[in-house]
């Protein structure tokens, strides 16, 4: 069995937390996702890299054995997705739970308090900063070899400019100074 460990801040992409996305194949399941943006500059990846090495080594103990090439869960977004908004200078990675084990991701705010669905459809979205509880597993399925993150948790820390492109309209609009509405357009 893995261990869990709290990820380093990141910033999200495609939150599938309230509800699961669809499956990408028709026999797969609905799962509720993460991707993970992590500032390549700032962030410290020490202890999910371990993790990861970790799972390989329990599914594969022999180094020499160890089948080649191994998909990896931390991937290089300058590389990979260097079109996509907010992956340059980023290591991006996918954390799942399969939504037949849960029921949701428990998610929190700052304040560590539970959050609604409907609280996570809106205050989790793209561009915000969160952390998460997160667990590495090995897998060897149809011929694809590689680890991949289970998600067990996620905490909300602090908002951040949005990656859909959306206006902020609390933002956009300006205070109205004269309330006063004249309806008579037959002037």
């Not at 594969?60 to 079109?83: T, Y």
Request: aromatic share 10%; glycine share 6%.
């Amino acid at each position: 069995m893995s261990r869990t460990i709290q990820t380093p801040k990141f910033r999200v992409s495609y939150p599938y937390l309230a509800e699961p996305s669809e499956p990408m194949q028709a026999d797969g399941d609905p799962k509720y996702s993460v991707v993970m943006l992590f500032d390549k500059k700032t962030t410290n990846l020490t202890e999910l890299n371990k993790l990861i090495n970790e799972a390989i080594a329990d599914k594969w103990p022999d180094p020499k054995k160890r089948p080649a090439p191994l998909r990896h869960p931390l991937r290089d977004g300058d590389i990979e997705k260097q079109d996509k908004d907010g992956y340059a200078g980023c290591y991006f990675m996918a954390a799942s739970q399969s939504a037949k084990r849960t029921n949701g991701i428990p998610c929190f705010d700052s304040q560590k308090a539970g959050m609604s669905k409907e609280q996570i459809k809106f205050e989790i979205y793209p561009g915000c900063f969160c952390r998460a509880i997160v667990h590495a597993y090995a897998y060897d399925v149809r011929g694809n070899k590689g680890v991949a993150i289970g998600l067990d948790g996620v905490q909300k820390m602090y908002d951040g400019d949005s990656l859909t492109g959306r206006v902020n309209v609390e933002e956009a609009f300006d205070v109205v100074e004269d309330d006063t509405v004249d309806f008579n357009f037959n002037k």
